[in-house]
């Protein structure tokens, strides 16, 4: 049995305290919202950000940081990308020597365009940091219905202690020394579903997310290959994979809020009608920032950065793109 402590008591937070103690670990989930916590110990439910999905009374929860934090096996880093760096250097002094921090969000920090696991190693040096990530929503996790995911780390013993500690008949977990490729992958997916779900606000059909999705995935997998990720962490569960669901499911924050811009929202507007964080408008300046960096073409990333910063109309947006030169699918194939 491990023990573990969810720092972050949003809906992922929740369904992954939900699959850890299915598994038999001790679980304690820690919120900065002592009010957040109150709700927790009355109701054993998110009512809010994940109802439906009761806790178990075995379940710990704390406003303490601290009571979390030491003497866990497992730290779940489950805050919002936004809030990572300030999450870290709050835990620091707290951890012991060598901490197990598995990353669990999705995004690029905006100033220093690092990657979570890069953001904790520079907060924490001496932690054994990991990712986890692929296809999921919440929503799902929590109701137990099968979802597979990828764990990854720098070393494949943590790799591999996280995949034990979270497989089930109905989690499996995969792992990957390609921690780069796969937080690109989750990151940058966010940004493509923005696209997606301004197409679906527009009234446009599924050639167009399948446009979307594939050309995404293209723009993607440029820049991560170039950044020194593997093609196949980009071809697989945490690339292409986390892309479909993120793009086409009912779930997706992302998707929604993009819909909802499509439809005339401001940017602000649709995150307020949400209601939960947003990570592709987060993710999305760093996304071209990293494209400029890297000099790689990521023209339906540059045109939902215009969308959301520079008040372009959805619309105008997808226009552009439609009509950009000519030229072939792929430049490394060559006629006979």
Known sequence: MAKAGII??????CALAAVLDKNGHQVTIWSVFEDEIAMLKEKH???KKLPGVPLSAS????????EAVRGADLLVLAAPSAYTRDTVRKMAPLVGEAPMIVSVAKGIEEKSLMTLFEVIKD?????????LCGPSHAEEVGRELPTTLVAGAASKKTAEF????????????????????????????????LAAGMADGLGYGDNTKAALI????????????????????LNGLTGIGDLIVTCASRHSRNRRAGMLMGQGYTMQ????????????????????????KYQVSMPIIEQVHAVLFEDKPARDA???????DRRAEYTTQEWE
Do not use: C
């Not at 907060?123 to 990712?131: G, N």
């Not at 997808?318 to 950009?324: A, T």
């Open 318 to 324: 997808v226009m552009d793109l439609m009509l950009r």
């Open 59 to 66: 379940i710990a929860f704390t406003s303490d940081l601290g």
């Open 8 to 13: 972050g008591a949003g809906s992922w937070g």
């Open 269 to 292: 507007q649709a995150m307020d009608e949400v209601q939960m964080v947003v990570e592709g408008v987060y993710s999305t300046k760093a996304a071209v920032a990293l494209g400029q």
């Open 45 to 47: 439910e998110h009512i």
């Open 123 to 131: 907060e924490i040096p001496s932690a054994d940091a990991a990712v």
């Open 214 to 233: 594939t050309r995404g995935i293209a723009e993607i997998s440029r820049l991560a290959v170039k950044m020194g990720a593997k093609p196949e962490t």
């Open 162 to 193: 996280i995949q034990g500690v979270f497989m089930n008949e109905v989690f499996r977990v995969y792992t990957s020394p390609d921690v780069l490729g796969m937080e690109l992958g989750g990151a940058l997916k966010n940004v493509i579903a």
